[in-house]
């Protein structure tokens, strides 16, 4: 990722998450209706989360309990750092 992207190329993309929260596309319990299981990723190593406000947060957002996906310390890029285990993992708790 140090390689692969700049700076900006990051901030943009946690920034349009931000952007659809703040336009209301994503909206606390608009998304209660639906089925199924909610499912964050979180790593030990991933400055991103403070799973004690993001978590909860979630679970008002989305309207219902979530599941939380623990990739160790695989951090914020798993899926391109070791897309491998990144899927075994995913696979295991989507089974």
């Known amino acids: 990722?140090?390689?692969?992207?700049?700076r900006m190329d990051v901030?943009?993309?946690f920034s349009v998450v931000a952007d659809l929260i703040r336009s209301r596309q994503v909206r606390?319990?608009?998304?209660a209706g639906r089925q199924g299981q909610v499912i964050v990723m979180t790593a030990a190593n991933d400055p991103?989360?403070?799973?004690?406000?993001?978590?909860?947060?979630?679970?008002?957002?989305?309207?219902?309990?979530?599941e939380v996906l623990d990739l160790g310390t695989l951090g914020h890029t798993a899926?391109?750092?070791?897309?491998?285990?990144?899927?075994?993992?995913?696979?295991?708790?989507l089974a």
């Open 48 to 66: 991103t989360q403070n799973p004690r406000r993001g978590f909860p947060s979630c679970e008002v957002l989305c309207g219902r309990r979530i």
């Open 28 to 31: 606390a319990r608009g998304d």
């Open 1 to 6: 990722m140090t390689n692969e992207f700049t």
């Open 79 to 93: 899926a391109m750092v070791d897309p491998e285990r990144f899927f075994e993992m995913l696979d295991r708790a």
């Open 11 to 13: 901030k943009s993309h």
